[in-house]
């Protein structure tokens, strides 16, 4: 599928920024004064931006609203829903650590846990979706969260995140393979996309039309293989082993810091190709796949 920018820059975001208010509502990380409006803000800034980031993609800035009135249906309201409870459940929290009150941390674990729920609610907008054999499998929440959890770690300092950077390096590339025969193994073809099936195996004779249309501009979107290979190293890499190097060598904040940036960089290169190499079953009946 064609990667559309607002999206990855949504997802990658907000999914560090949910990760690092996991962490710092679960106590792992109780800083005090300044250092707490720095920690608290960055994850706060985070996840804003990416839900900021997600409205470029509405088309219409009223449907907005319409994203939080389906929540018994769609994964999409529950994301909605579940940033916005869990924003608001964490700020007295941070409000505290900042400020010194003293205020009683259980919702921290409850705005944590909720943190960590909506990464998820992002996963399953993708995971529900058949008609992407590579998305409709158990590593796309896996590897939402493990990117939430892994940057949550790193941004949050913790003595971990090496462990957590090489297991999401691991799973990473399982996820490439895994993902390359999953169209394959999902059957779909053109007699099963048009029901003809059961009539022998139909072929194209003619496209549907000369010109083009939005579902070839945006659902069958393909990639050259050299320069996704070349990418998946980079996010296999940047994502997982880097930063896992970074941490032992460069001592301090500055470790962390720096592998929070490369992390970031091989998140966004491993998100660019989770939507371009999304094959979606439409493109049978154009003879893309």
Known sequence: MNPAPSVIVFSVLSGAGFGLLAFLGFGAVVPAGWPAFFWWGLGYALAVAGLLAATFHLGNPKNARKAFSQVRTSWLSREAWAAVVTLV???PVALSDWLGLGWWRGGGVIGGALALFTVLTTAM??????????WHFWTTPVLFLGFAVTG??????????PFASLALSGVLALAFWLGDGRFAAAGATLGSATGLATLGAP?????????GNYLLREMIYVVGRKHAQRLRVIAVVCAGL??????GLVPGGAGFALAGLVHLLGAFAAR???????????GLYYGKR
Do not use: K, N
Not at 272 to 282: D, P, S, T
């Open 242 to 247: 880097a930063p896992a190097v970074l941490v």
């Open 272 to 282: 660019w190709l989770f939507f371009a190499e999304a094959e979606h079953v439409v």
């Open 89 to 91: 459940t964490l700020a």
């Open 125 to 134: 907008i993708y995971t529900q979706i058949r008609a992407v054999p590579r």
């Open 152 to 161: 949550g770690m790193i941004l949050a300092g913790q003595a971990l995140a």
């Open 203 to 211: 072929h194209v004779f003619e496209l549907p039309h000369t010109g």
